[in-house]
């Protein structure tokens, strides 16, 4: 029976490595994140990075910080990134088992109950999902469809994103003004962002998006719309009596990598690719303590959001944030 899920060799050592480090040190179980794509309903893994955070972690259950998650998809364009979790159980492990015993019992490579409700949460709407159990030593492969189901994965050398997947850019240019109510400043940055979406949604008609097929050539795709110093992409905000004046420009290049042939489903790829964007830059925003600045009375204020770069070269295109040259924040008079 031919497999529906490809699991590239050296994540498998990635994942094992991890496992049997913690487990022989400290004994504790560990989680990491999945790498790849989809295509015609198959699982592509093609890379794998250990969790570094966690809000717990003892010998039987562990659970990562969400931000580093958060932070993990969001270096990746739509459809190529997190595809599944992998995680530990290394309690017959421990330091008083022998290496032989440990070889041979692998009845601990199980999914619990808690590993199906994780996973179904990991899952949302998607069909296809991943989970790598691993003692350390040896693995078993899961996958969500209706409900969670063993697999067996194909394991191979390598594997392209490439070959798979074309890339395809375009370029937009938002500008939105907004009046806020400074008594609305705490929400500023989820409202803002909930208010660029809706704008994408209202004016930008992606059927007349003019799409461009990139060539197959590796390396960096920079934005021709945004030099590297990410000149253009703004945020400016000035204090009218009770009022605050928000307006925002940003000029996006989204590139997204699909198997799809349809154009409505390009289409929909890429003004989905333009909200992830403008939504990373208003995160980078808050995170440029913008609004401490506000606190202190600031009459006005100005704040490059940088640009984007793809990384073709790793074992999926990377999303490389640029930061504006100049410092992220500056006062006007």
């Not at 992409?233 to 000035?238: H, Y």
Request: net charge neutral; charged share 30%.
């Amino acid at each position: 029976m031919k497999s529906d899920v490809t699991i590239q060799r050296d994540v498998i050592a990635i994942v094992l490595s991890h496992a049997l480090k913690e487990s022989r040190t400290s004994g504790r179980e560990v989680i990491g994140w999945l790498l790849g794509f989809l295509w015609n309903g198959e699982i592509y893994v093609c890379d794998a990075v250990p969790c570094t955070r966690y809000r717990r972690q003892t010998k039987f259950s562990a659970e990562a910080d969400p931000l580093e998650e958060a932070e993990l998809a969001s270096k990746y364009p739509r459809d190529v990134g997190i595809v599944g979790l992998y995680h530990s159980h290394p309690f017959s492990l421990g330091r008083n088992s022998s290496l032989f015993r440990d070889l041979f019992d692998v009845g601990d490579i199980f999914h619990s109950h808690t590993d199906d409700i994780t996973m179904k949460n990991r899952a949302g709407k998607r069909k296809n999902y991943l989970s790598l159990v691993t003692n350390g030593i040896d693995y078993a492969c899961f996958v969500m469809r209706n409900r969670v189901e063993r697999a067996s994965p194909r394991i191979v050398d390598s594997i392209s994103y490439s070959d798979a997947m074309d890339a395809h850019q375009t370029e937009i240019d938002i500008s939105f003004v907004r009046a806020m109510d400074r008594k609305a400043l705490p929400r500023l940055m989820r409202e803002l962002g909930r208010d660029l979406a809706e704008h994408i949604d209202s004016t930008i008609d992606v059927n007349s998006l003019r799409v461009r097929n990139l060539p197959k050539k590796g390396g960096r795709l920079s934005s021709p719309a945004v030099d590297s110093r990410g000149k253009g992409n703004v945020f400016r905000a000035a204090e009218e009596d009770d009022k605050i004046m928000v307006e925002v420009h940003i000029n996006l290049s989204p590139v997204v990598y699909t198997s799809s042939k349809k154009e409505s489903e390009i289409l929909e790829a890429l003004r989905n690719e333009m909200i992830d964007d403008s939504a990373y830059l208003m995160w980078k925003l808050l995170s440029s303590r913008m609004l401490d600045r506000f606190k202190e009375s600031v009459g006005r204020i100005e704040v490059g959001l940088g640009s984007f770069e793809i990384d073709e070269d790793g074992p999926l295109p990377l999303k490389i944030y640029s930061a504006p040259e100049r410092s992220i924040a500056r006062k006007r008079s």
